[in-house]
């Protein structure tokens, strides 16, 4: 039986930058893998989307903002089939590079579908293998709705698999992949439809930024249908999807999104044969320092119960390998303060605590906040408006920045630095004494009054 320090089940974001990590601290390591190296993000996630987004973007700058740049946009046209060729050459290339990480590295890559014997044993295929310890990064997979119909409903794996573009289509679902998949499909120019069951997408964001989101999609934006929950769908003679609730038809389009969340893959992994738990909702249980219920079985990524982001997995994994392979002071890693962005148009950043959670947990007399509303120079210099939203949520007497939201233009690209500040507890005064950079949106974070 071949013998490993480490073995992970799952090449994707998380489960190559352990491997990588523990290969150059000295360790053997093998990854198993089911599907496609290099996981979610690189093949039907991050990637691929934030390309599509790019390509909607390409047509926002063509069709919204070029006349008023002076450019005739008149006889500009698209092909579907050859920003695919484009898009997929891309995703091959990242997907190729993993492989050359793990040669460099030294990883044994094993194609099959792994599960636990326990006692350090992975079974693949015939094959056992022994490890001194195991991680487990299987990821997630599109949850389901389960309505009449639902067979007839594509989920963002589909999405990527789509050859050519509809002329309209519904997304299901008020999340990330929702707002970002919604967004990027009515910049391409097909009639889309966001349904959502509550008032707006975006919940768990700071207010603030989805109101703004609301308005700018009324305005410029894939249609919301606010309070809707389909219960059943049905196909017509001509291949559309009727879309009903409580028996009324509400919409007919050619194709329907569900994204509604994602589920992690635990099923058939063996756990049975171990100690490892699962939470109420499914995801493995996991210690400060990702450690499961079995000793030397380890879970990071979107099979646990935490942000579901590629960072987030690369930087759990990262400290797992050093902790294990080269002393680490512990398998742990930060999850506060995390940055996130979600790629809509404008686009949406988001650290730390938003208004009605800080003020919920410090106490409303405790928060200061800041805001500021202005019209995009990019969106003005098109003739068109668009406006752009920015808050910090500040914190007792030294107004310690918590909360920092934004919606606008250059969104994604300006918070990464203020999650730095934000580490190591910058306050306002601490924003307010950097001089600003001039002409940009990010200036209004350290000139709020
Ligand atoms: C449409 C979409 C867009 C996204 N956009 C972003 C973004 O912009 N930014 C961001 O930070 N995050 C984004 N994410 C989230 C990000 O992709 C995930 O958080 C990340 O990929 C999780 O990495 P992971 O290593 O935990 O799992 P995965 O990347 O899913 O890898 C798990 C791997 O394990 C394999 N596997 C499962 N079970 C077994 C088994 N028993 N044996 C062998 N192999 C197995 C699977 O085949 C898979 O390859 C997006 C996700 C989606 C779906
Ligand atoms: N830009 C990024 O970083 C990015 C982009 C895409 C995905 N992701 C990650 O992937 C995860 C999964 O994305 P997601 O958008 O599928 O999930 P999500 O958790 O972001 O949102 C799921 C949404 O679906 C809604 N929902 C749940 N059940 C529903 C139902 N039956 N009918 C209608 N709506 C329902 C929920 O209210 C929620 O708003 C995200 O949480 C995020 O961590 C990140």
Known sequence: MEEFDLIIIGSGSGGSATANRAAERGAKVAVIEAGVLAGTCVNRGCVPKKLTWYASRVAEAIHRFGPGYGFD???????????????????GRSRASYGRNFEKNGVYYIEGYAQLLGQGQVQVGEKTYQAKYIVLATGSRPSELEVPGHELLDNSDDFFKWTDL???VAVVGAGYIAVELSQALHGLGVETHLVVRHDRPLRTF????TDELVEM??????????YTNFDAYKQTESGQIECYQDGKLILTVDRVIQAIGRRPNTENLGLEQTSIKLDDKGFIEVDENHQTGEENVF??????????LTPVAIKAGRSLAEYLFNDGPSGAMDYTNIPTVVFSHPTIGMIGLTEDQAKKEFGTENIKVYTNRFFSMYASGGLDREACHFKLVCQGPDETVVGLHAIGEGVDEMIQGFGVA???KATKADFDSVVAIHPTGAEEFVTMR
Do not use: C
Request: proline share 8%; no cysteine.
């Open 206 to 209: 700071d207010k603030m930024v």
């Open 166 to 168: 509809p002329q309209s």
């Open 73 to 91: 946009t008149d006889k500009v046209s698209f092909d579907y089939h050859k920003f695919l060729e484009s898009r997929d050459g891309y995703v």
């Open 217 to 226: 999609m009324a305005k410029n934006g894939p249609e919301l249908h606010p």
């Open 299 to 308: 879970a990071l990524g979107d099979v646990i119960h935490r942000p579901q």
């Open 422 to 424: 934000m580490k190591m």
